[in-house]
């Protein structure tokens, strides 16, 4: 798929739309602070902050993590490979490097309920 600017879409999985808050935090830093997780899939995602991306260069370290309606916590780490200024808004691409078993099961869980929807 091209995408806007001449480039080719390199994803392999499909990405899931959400608009769910999480606090992000980068690598050797204390503070962390709230974006929306817009889009998901099993290996990457973007995050739209509510200001420029901030501090986030590209290749930093961050972890990142929210509630699920269950209250497990979904945790993750991933590195930016691209920063993003767009129509809708600042934000940064990720990879996501690790994940925990409760962020791979609401993944599962999108999967699912798009496939009902989808019936």
Same mark, same amino acid.
């Given at each position: 798929?091209?995408?806007?600017?001449?480039?080719?879409?390199?994803?392999?999985?499909?990405?899931?739309? %959400? *608009?769910?808050?999480?606090?992000?935090?980068?690598?050797? @830093?204390?503070?962390?602070?709230?974006?929306?997780? @817009?889009?998901?899939?099993?290996? *990457?995602?973007?995050?739209?902050?509510?200001? /420029?991306? *901030?501090?986030?260069?590209?290749?930093?370290? %961050?972890?990142?993590?929210?509630?699920?309606?269950?209250?497990?916590?979904?945790?993750?780490?991933? /590195?930016?490979?691209?920063?993003?200024?767009?129509? /809708?808004?600042?934000?940064?691409?990720? %990879?996501?490097?690790?994940?925990?078993?409760?962020?791979?099961?609401? =993944?599962?869980?999108?999967?699912?309920?798009?496939?009902? =929807?989808?019936?």
């Amino acid at each position: 798929m091209q995408l806007p600017g001449g480039q080719t879409d390199r994803r392999r999985h499909r990405r899931f739309s %959400v *608009g769910v808050p999480v606090r992000l935090r980068m690598k050797g @830093s204390a503070m962390s602070t709230m974006v929306e997780l @817009s889009d998901v899939s099993f290996h *990457g995602c973007r995050m739209r902050t509510l200001s /420029h991306a *901030g501090g986030l260069g590209l290749n930093a370290r %961050v972890a990142f993590g929210f509630v699920l309606p269950n209250r497990n916590i979904a945790l993750a780490k991933g /590195h930016v490979v691209r920063r993003i200024e767009d129509a /809708h808004g600042s934000g940064v691409g990720l %990879v996501i490097d690790r994940a925990n078993v409760a962020f791979y099961e609401f =993944l599962i869980t999108l999967a699912e309920s798009e496939t009902i =929807l989808a019936a």
